[in-house]
């Protein structure tokens, strides 16, 4: 099932990472594209992570466990711009996780929008080695093939 | 700490992956560093599964959402060589993990082994798709790039 997160969202989350910078075009759809099935497959790892508990509710402990797995720094501590509640919680549901915690909930945001972020940090890196003003579409590929695993499944 | 296992069994296994192709020197060295990295990861992460689970024994579903997290298609059918099972057990306990059932331990290892075999096939792709024999170091550090989350972590 596709996920539904808005473009605009996205790209304000992303831009939280680069700063004054340029984005490209081309660049933006490749964000737009990876952050709807990021917050998919985080959706999916967390019900898996739940299974494993033999628990019902999806509780904040299960996204911490998460966190660790996927070694993001600052997901708990993340204050920037978060999606809307209702649709993260439709994500989470498509997912298969009919009950969650409001912390929970609220830490599966943090969550998917740090990685957002901290995607920009990284292509904002990349930019920068390479002596560019502009993130390109290669700068961001570069930063989620080094965050997620199976980078194949995101590109 | 430092996981030990032995390099001739990570060779081992992780030819399985590239059938008859040849191995070059570095990349050997790449992977005899990689592998324990992994392996302590995958110890450490199944150590936050279970606890997020708030159960004391590590139990062979905790592993299984672990597989699911990093997408590992074959682990459970995986029938290669594994590590020794005191090893294994030991790397386990290092992570925190005081008690694991035996298919856990098991699962656990399949894992381990299925992901430095999938690592072989993965270079050895890399090294067909180039026209060569011979497994390099450049193979081997892209399909660690493309399998892991944070490749850096582990190159």
Redesign the interface.
Known sequence: MAVELPKAAIERIFRQGIGERRLSQEAKDVIYEFVPKMARYAA??SK??L?????KTL?E??L???T????VDGAEEYDGELFGRATVRRILKEAGVERASADAVDLYNKLICRITEELGERAAEYADEDDRKTVQREDVERAI?????????FL
């Open positions: 999916d790892s898996a992570i299974d494993a508990s033999g628990k509780m402990e299960h911490k466990a998460l660790q797995v996927l070694m093939t080094c965050i997620m695993p199976r980078a194949d499944e």
